[in-house]
């Protein structure tokens, strides 16, 4: 079965600090593969996403990816965080046009 | 470009009653999800829809769910009778069939839901 494996519910760092989530996905094929965030109240946004080729990805907001296969990972890095990072962050692995599976979430906060 | 709409933002109901969340999706999209996210958790998917047509509904619980999207464009989630257990985020999401982000998905601000 599909699944997705956030280890860490909570993570704190400074601002200015570099940052880096993990995400662990099973799936039996090549995923697709998602790093959404989730500011209070909202939506989902997508921050960045890896179907193939370059496994270093960039995104939005300073973020980047990288895929790495006999790992299982899709780890989400910034070199330097700012406050406004602070938010929920899903990783979501899915198969072509199917829906997204997500993990847990990873609660990011920001110290001064 | 306008987003994903969805409607209402809040609701607050009584167990046993009923709900009906709205969402319109992305001009052009023909794929429409409606995920549930209890807090703490990440979004599951309860239905999505190709067109008007039904691709999976396997995680939706029909004794109590119902989802329609009649012309294939806007859509509907109900929820009768409503249980404490249902108290959550109800999220819409959108998709291109083709094109550059035929794989990505589109979400609104979502529905929360309480039930007291």
């Known amino acids: 079965a599909q699944s997705v494996t956030q280890p860490d519910i909570h993570i704190t760092v400074s601002e200015g600090a570099s940052l880096e989530l993990r995400c662990n996905y099973s799936?039996?094929?090549?995923?697709?593969l998602f790093w959404y965030v989730q500011s209070p109240g909202q939506g989902l946004q997508l921050l960045l996403k890896y179907f193939s080729g370059d496994t270093l990805v960039q995104g939005i907001k300073g973020f980047e990816a990288e895929f790495k296969r006999s790992q299982s990972s899709f780890n989400l890095r910034k070199p330097s965080v700012h406050w406004s990072d602070a938010a929920e962050y899903f990783c979501?692995?899915?198969?072509?046009?199917?829906?997204?599976?997500f993990g847990q979430g990873t609660e990011l906060s920001v110290k001064p | 470009e306008a987003g994903v709409a969805q409607s209402p933002r809040y609701k607050i109901i009584e167990k046993r009653q009923s709900v009906a969340f709205w969402c319109n999706p992305i001009s052009g999209h023909a794929t429409l999800y409606w995920y549930q996210q209890i807090l703490g958790q990440g979004p599951k998917l309860l239905i999505q829809?190709?067109?008007?047509?039904?691709?999976?509904d396997s995680q939706l619980p029909k004794d109590r769910f119902s989802a329609e999207r009649l012309k294939g464009v806007d859509s509907t989630l109900k929820i009768q009778p409503a249980k404490l257990e249902d108290s959550a985020v109800y999220l819409c999401?959108?998709?291109?069939?083709?094109?550059?982000?035929?794989?990505?998905?589109?979400f609104g601000p979502g529905t929360r839901l309480t039930v007291l």
């Open positions: 799936y039996g094929a090549t995923p697709y």
């Open positions: 999401a959108s998709s291109p069939t083709s094109g550059r982000d035929h794989n990505e998905q589109f």
């Open positions: 979501a692995v899915a198969r072509r046009g199917g829906k997204l599976i």
């Open positions: 829809f190709q067109n008007n047509g039904v691709v999976d």
